[in-house]
Nanobody, 124 residues
Framework: QVQLVESGGGLVQAGGSLRLSCQLS????????MAWFRQTPGKERDFVAA????????YYADSVKGRFTISRVNAENTLYLQMNNLKPEDTAVYFC????WGSGSSNPSLYEYRGQGTQVTVSS
């Protein structure tokens, strides 16, 4: 059984930075494409970024391109999301998700596993 645990969320002022982490346990991390999604109350889950199994390919939503960086360290079973120049509209619960043998996709339905989420709040 795969478990995903996010950490690193918090409260930050606009223009600040945060780094989110996601630890995968229970299976071989390197066999999963990984992604970050975010959600605010009453809204759909939005794609943020995705990364291939090897880390060689990355994909971003237009709204975060140039500000966020997704990365992974397979030896540590850990996924990261470096978020710079944060804006109030980035406020959301951020979830990591895992898709076995995937290539990295913005489609949340392809991801078999999802963490509990970590709250990110950006004040203006």
């Amino acid at each position: 059984q795969v478990q995903l645990v996010e950490s690193g969320g918090g409260l930050v002022q606009a223009g600040g930075s945060l780094r989110l982490s996601c630890q995968l346990s229970g299976r071989t991390f390197s066999t999963y494409a990984m992604a970050w999604f975010r959600q605010t109350p009453g809204k759909e889950r939005d794609f943020v970024a995705a990364i291939s199994m090897s880390g060689g390919a990355t994909y971003y939503a237009d709204s975060v391109k140039g500000r966020f960086t997704i990365s992974r360290v397979n030896a540590e079973n850990t996924l990261y999301l470096q978020m710079n120049n944060l804006k109030p509209e980035d406020t959301a619960v951020y979830f990591c998700a895992a898709n076995r043998w995937g290539s990295g996709s913005s489609n949340p339905s392809l991801y078999e596993y999802r963490g509990q989420g970590t709250q990110v709040t950006v004040s203006s």
